[in-house]
């Protein structure tokens, strides 16, 4: 089984900044994708960035220039720094571990961070 330990979430006033961290645990396969979503309240849950075991990154249009997705790939985790944050940056942010490539049906999650922007 794989765990996903986020943390780095708070309240923070508009163009502040916070670094997110995830820790994923258990049986690991070398070759996955790490990422961010995140979902506001009445909002569907939303792609933010994804970083795969090669470190290549993908980010949403609308935090690219702002949000920057890195990994450790020797301590299985995943970071997203956030700066410039706007008040609808708010949201529970997900920390997401798949295998694309491998069984795309596959995921693990974990528990949400909240982040609150206030403006």
């Known amino acids: 089984q794989v765990q996903l330990v986020e943390s780095g979430g708070g309240l923070v006033q508009a163009g502040g900044s916070l670094r997110l961290s995830c820790a994923a645990s258990g049986a690991i396969f070398s070759i996955n994708t790490m990422g961010w979503y995140r979902q506001a309240p009445g909002k569907q849950r939303e792609l933010v960035a994804t970083i795969n075991s090669g470190l290549s990154t993908n980010h949403a249009d609308s935090v690219k220039g702002r949000f920057t997705i890195s990994r450790d790939n020797a301590k299985n985790t995943v970071y997203l720094q956030m700066n410039s944050l706007k008040p609808e940056d708010t949201a529970v942010y997900y920390c997401?571990?798949?295998?694309?490539?491998?069984?795309?049906?596959?995921?693990?999650w974990g528990q949400g961070t909240q982040v609150t922007v206030s403006s």
């Open positions: 997401n571990l798949a295998y694309p490539t491998i069984n795309p049906n596959i995921n693990y």
